[in-house]
């Protein structure tokens, strides 16, 4: 055999056999457990990205994404945008690899998204539980800053709570020690001035008639001397008005600034956001206050990329939102409702807004 051809045979048999472990390789970035087995191949790692965003003031499968029924409405204009983060679990090595080198996605701890003792089906209950406050909230807001009627419903009772048995789910709490309440927390003032063991009368709407009860307060187990009724609250529109929102498949608090302005725009004559397509994310608390949010880095570049013109970003957010570089889009820097309305109104009208 010529050292030519032992040369070649020598090459070939390098490149054969050292690319079995590459192939086996690049079988176990793809596979994602092993055959035959329940043993899985996924890495506890977790791909956030930008996700879908959508019209607050348009439709989702033939439903308006924001329903407003009892109250006129008025014709909107422009967008108003809410944002989302996608993200991706039980990747394999391969699948994480290739997001965190083709993409700009975050490659993050899986407890980042799923914490080690909920489940994936616990937490998708949570976050709808969280979501489904967050529009609560988004409407009571929306009514404080139009000076609109809201009034106190229990939404559930504590057992064996003072209240259990006296004051039920659904009761609409409409006076408390002889004055009227409209807010949650003219109830937790007025239940406060109390103290454990003393009486409060209270007048709430149950099956549309009216009921006076009496309820011995009992004590607060995490605030010695501190009384407390032992139901949960919220607050809805007064005089018949409801809003419905028609996002069944989002979770989470973040929608909750986007909600709110898209009610105020609904029920306000003119277009707030003047005509322009603005998108933005944040809590929103029932006084209006907007909160900061995870995954907005994600939520900037996508909004950019479904084509706003003005990005309203939570102010606590801003140490991350001046790390995102925008061509096109304005990222305002908003503490609370007033401030967001402002920011539309000053940049339709060509007029400089606050930036991180």
Known sequence: MSKALDANNRRWSTLVWGSIPVVLLAGA???DHIPGTDVRLTVPYAAEGPGPTFDTLGEVDGEPVVDIQGADTEDTGGHLN??????RTNMTLGQALGRWIATDDTIVPVEQILPPDLGEDEVREFNQQAFVASEASATVAAMHYLDRPTTVVVHDVVE?????????????????????????SEVQDAVRAKTPGESIEITVERDNEPHHETVE?????HEAGQAMLGIL????PAGGVTVNYNLNDIGGPSAGMMFSLAVIDKLTPGALTGGTFVAGTGTIDDDGEVGPIGGITHKIRGA??????????????CDAVKRVHTDHMTVAKVDNLPEAVAAMEDFAAGRDVPTC
């Open 82 to 87: 809410m944002t989302t983060v996608s993200v």
């Open 217 to 221: 307060l009992g004590e607060n187990p």
């Open 304 to 317: 950019e990329e479904a084509g706003a013109e003005l990005f309203l970003a939570p102010a606590g957010n």
């Open 29 to 31: 970035l793809t596979v």
């Open 233 to 236: 609250m919220t607050s809805e």
């Open 160 to 184: 064996g709570a003072a209240s259990a048995g006296i004051l039920h789910p659904a009761d609409r709490i409409t006076a408390i020690a002889g004055k009227e309440v409209s807010t949650p």
